[in-house]
Structure formats: C-alpha cells, structure tokens
C-alpha cells in the first residue's frame, strides 16, 4: 500500500518537525487570540488605566510641545542662516570698503604732504622777501 | 480526524516578537522590547495581534484601540500578510526542517526562534490588506475563503451558503478557539467525499507577493492517480525546474507521488486550501 507508506513517512515527518520546533517551547508563552488579560485584578486594572490615561494625554502634550518646538527650531535655523548669509556680505563689503579706505588714505596723505611742501615753498619765498625789503629799508637809512 | 491533521491543526511555532520603538515608550538608547509567544501554525496573525498589544499596554503610546488598524508584522523587511496562516508564512519565509544542519536539527538542545517584527505605521505596506473593520473583517475575509474553496469542491458554494447560522458562527468560533472537532465536523458538511477540483494555493520561497491558485483536476477522471507530481506537470512555473524544487506543507517536505487528494484532506488549513511551498533544493 503506497499511500500508508507515505502515509507513515508524513506522519513521522510532522513528528519530527513539532519535536523540533517544540523544543524549549516553555519559553515561550501561550497565547490566545483577542486575549484581554480578564484574570488581572480588576481593582489594578482600573487603578492603572486612570494613570496610563493620564499619563498619554501627557505625552500627547509633550509630543504636540515637540512638535512645535521643531518647528519653531526650524525657523529659528533659518534665520541663523539668513544671519549668517548677512554677516558674510557685510563683512565683504566691509573688506572692499577698508581696501578703498586704505587707498584714498594714501592718497589723501600725498595730497596733504603735496600741500605742506608748496605751502612750505610759498613761505620760504614770502621769508625772502621780508628779508630783501628789510635789507633795503636799512641801507636807504644807513 | 486523522492523526495527520492533528498534528498539522496543533503545530507551533516559538516566535519572538521585537515591537516596534514608535509603539512604546523608549529613547533611542534603550533595548529593543521582545515578546516571546508560541503561535499556532494554524491561525492569522491579525487574531493575535490585540493579545500582543495588551501584554505590552502600559508601555504603549496610544490606545491599543488607536493603534490595531496600524500593525502589520514583517520579517527581514517583507510583510507578512495577516490573510495567510501563520505556519505558511514561516515556511515561504525560511528554510525547510530538513535544510536545516543535521546537528541542530537533531540537537535537544537546539532551539528554533522565528524572529519577526510588529511594526506600526500609518504608511501600510503595499500587500497589506487595511483592516477598517476589525475581527469582522477577518471573520469575512476568511468565509470568502471557503466559499471559493467550496465551489472549486462541489462547482458551488451551496454548501457553505446554506450552512445555518449557528453552524457558521461555531465554524468561525473553531478557529478563534482552536478547536479541532469542531472544526473538522464543519468542513466535513463542505469537503465531498469525491471533489471536483481541488483548492491548491502554491507559494514560492522568499516571495511573499507570489501566490498562484493551479486548476487541479482528476486525471482520467480519477483522484486515484493524481498526484502532486500530476499537479506540478500541469503547472507552467514549475516544469523548467521542477528538479531542482522541493514541496513544502505544513514544514515539512512531502514526496511528489502522494495523492494530492489525500494531502488536501490531511494538509489543509484552515481557510480550506492546501498551502503548497515551492522551496528550492
């Protein structure tokens, strides 16, 4: 009879699945399905579902409280970034002007230097002709 | 009831479930919370999945209530779809018993851990199908099931759709409660003692998207010399490698020469098909 033979062979097969996928099977809880814990005390139960309640409309809050605290972290951090973008163009700005600063300084300083010898000159020559027309003045009386 | 279904009716499996950290109150330094069940072979996750919650409910963040709807569990990344039995879903997704090495397998000290993940998410994955409407759903999900396996049986779905109320209710209940009499005396009203066809889901290893539903007819009008390996032939995704494939049922390998009526009536589960798992050898 082929079919109890393979009969027996599956039966020994499945034996030897459950013998394998049984072992240490004590560690593992049972389980049943929609299983709503109905042996736990009922006093416990109700004591601790007040809490739990409570206890998530907190985190409720707390997550909403996060949430606009991300947000506000992300605004935040763009204006960091728009601060950051204004301090870098003013402080290229600030690096032309000093540079533009620097050369008109130089500038202004040989005008200045320009100004002091020709005013220099003028007074030299003003000193001389003081000095010639008193000469004169002396000689005419000596 | 043969021994055969008992034992595939009472099959388990050691699972531990790792939770998903957006469920339950944890920073990110802190240890992955696991929960260690044995879960029947024959069963869906989705029955299971409020039992689960309520074991961990004063760590929760929301409601289990609020959360239910949002759950799926996955392994290695794939979903696993509640609307497949639970021992199918462990086969499509991991080596056969006799893949495994001899020592360990043999070993009685040897412990096998399926390792999944219940994971929350208000993005559900793509082959998920959303539970709107609780155990209802499932309850309906799972007659539509044997409806079709019904009238690939009989050519109707006379049987179940004339099945009196009470007696659906206590079908259902069977699954809920696990109870295999029951169960058995129930579809006993729907299986013919000579089918017309026969409801065969095939499942490839590691795909979890692949399900194909073969049209699986007597040969010469006979069930006496039909075979899985009849089935297999018949089949066009199996005949380019059909020697290098392996069928799996239940978790264990069962030989291309058997009777496949005689496997359906010993191997179906328990939405009234016979899940086949093409493993590569």
Known sequence: ?142 | MSDIHHLVWNGGLNTQIEIDKSLVFMDDESKPLFINVRLPRESYFVLYASSLLHKIKLKLRKDIDEVLPYIWFEQDGSNLPWNIPIGTLHDVMNPRISELPIEAAASSTSILVWKIRMVYGQELPQNHIPLTNGLEQVQKYWMHQWKQACFVLNGTSKQIMSMKMDDSKAFWQSVISRNVDIFSSMSDKIVPSIPRNIPVMVHRQNYMDFISQPLVIPQKESWKTTTLQTVLDSSEYTTTEQNTLAVVCQGIDVPCSILIEELYRDFVSLDGFLHLILQQQ
């Open chain 1, 1 to 142: 009879m082929p079919d109890e033979i393979h009969r027996s062979e599956l039966l020994q097969k499945l034996q030897g699945r459950d013998t394998i996928e049984s072992n240490f099977s004590e560690l593992f809880e049972d389980i049943l399905p929609n299983e709503d814990n109905l042996d736990v005390d009922k006093a416990y139960v109700s004591e601790y579902r007040q809490l739990v309640k409570h206890l998530r409309s907190e985190v409720q809050s707390r997550d909403n409280e996060l949430v606009i605290l991300h947000e506000r972290l992300t605004v935040m951090n763009k204006n960091m970034e728009k601060i950051n973008d204004e301090i870098i163009g003013s402080s290229i700005e600030n690096n032309v002007l000093q540079q533009k600063y620097d050369t008109l300084r130089v500038e202004y300083d040989k005008l200045v230097q320009r100004w002091l010898k020709k005013v220099q000159k003028e007074a030299d020559k003003m000193n001389e002709h003081v000095a010639q027309a008193d000469n004169q003045v002396e000689s005419k009386h000596g």
